[in-house]
């Protein structure tokens, strides 16, 4: 009997104008998959059969759909559900803050698809009521608030550019609070309850990635109590994850400048989960602001 061969992956990219759906998009074609762009969602069945027939079943697909597809979003919601077109799909949304998102428009002179007579930050706000229960359903969100076009590259590329699919990938992102909550951050974990060294003067001008930071933090009363109650309540959603097909997730800790506590205790998480043989790696996002 012939081994048939397994089925591609199907990536939906989706998400804000301006976010970064197009360098998504050639990435994802650089890593071999066949790409659509502003496909109708009710055709995307049809573009999974026809690349079935011409490339084979192995080929992967990435289809991007954004604000223009109007109405159709409900249509997309539908053929994704479980089964529905008969690959593995994962749903990725880019989103930004309004005011990179009106920068970046602004930057390339031209107007938001629903922005009519008014203002484009009026385009922006309708266009986000209308994905709002898109991106509550993504399976992956990436804020490109912070991110230059080669650094988004490389996070599709981290992404989808791995062979081997089966293992959760989980993001753990140290930050700081008076920066703002990364807004792609499925959990977030406050360590403003441990001591601050930066009011140690011999700790200040370090970083929780240094020994001794690490060790004053790890040591304080709370954070061992911390960390045996929250890995494994991670470890018990990311099966439930692989469970319901989704393989990304992000975890961000956060303190008030995020260059001690959250940064400590974010290489200590991902220690933890790596031992239970998640593939996890930490982003320091605020590190060096200071």
């Not at 993504?138 to 490109?144: G, H, P, R, S, Y």
């Not at 303190?255 to 959250?262: F, P, V």
Request: glycine share 12%; proline share 5%; charged share 25%.
């Amino acid at each position: 009997m012939t081994e048939q061969t397994p089925p591609g992956e199907l990536v939906v990219v989706t998400g804000m104008t301006g976010a970064g759906r197009s360098t998504a998009a050639k990435e994802l074609e650089d890593l071999g998959f066949y790409v659509v762009d502003n496909l109708p969602p009710g055709l995307l069945r049809d573009v999974v059969r026809l690349v079935d027939e011409s490339a084979g079943p192995g080929q992967s697909i990435a289809v991007v759909v954004d604000v223009r597809s109007g109405s159709f979003f409900q249509t997309l919601q539908a053929n994704l559900a479980r089964g529905g077109i008969g690959r593995r799909a994962t749903l990725l949304f880019l989103d930004a803050t309004d005011e990179v998102l009106v920068r970046r428009q602004e930057a390339a002179r031209r107007p938001h698809p629903l922005q009519g007579g008014g203002r484009l930050l009026d385009g922006l706000q309708r266009e986000r009521k209308v994905l709002a229960d898109l991106r509550g359903d993504a399976d992956l969100v990436i804020d490109t608030t912070g991110l230059n076009v080669h650094q988004l590259t490389r996070a599709i590329a981290g992404a989808f550019g791995k062979a081997d699919k089966v293992r959760l990938s989980v993001n753990v992102i140290s930050f700081g609070f008076k920066y703002g909550i990364p807004i792609d951050a499925d959990f977030v974990a406050d360590m403003r309850f441990l001591p601050n060294p930066h009011w140690i003067p011999d700790l200040r001008p370090g970083t929780g990635r240094d020994t001794e930071v690490a060790e004053y933090v790890l040591s304080r009363a709370g954070a061992s109590e911390f960390l045996d109650g929250y890995v494994p309540v991670l470890a018990g959603v990311a099966e439930g994850y692989l469970r319901e097909g989704k393989r990304f997730m992000r975890v961000a800790i956060g303190c008030t400048g995020g260059k001690h506590r959250s940064v400590a205790m974010t290489e200590e998480v991902v220690r933890r989960l790596r031992a239970r043989g998640y593939d996890a790696q930490p982003v320091h996002r605020d590190l060096g602001r200071e």
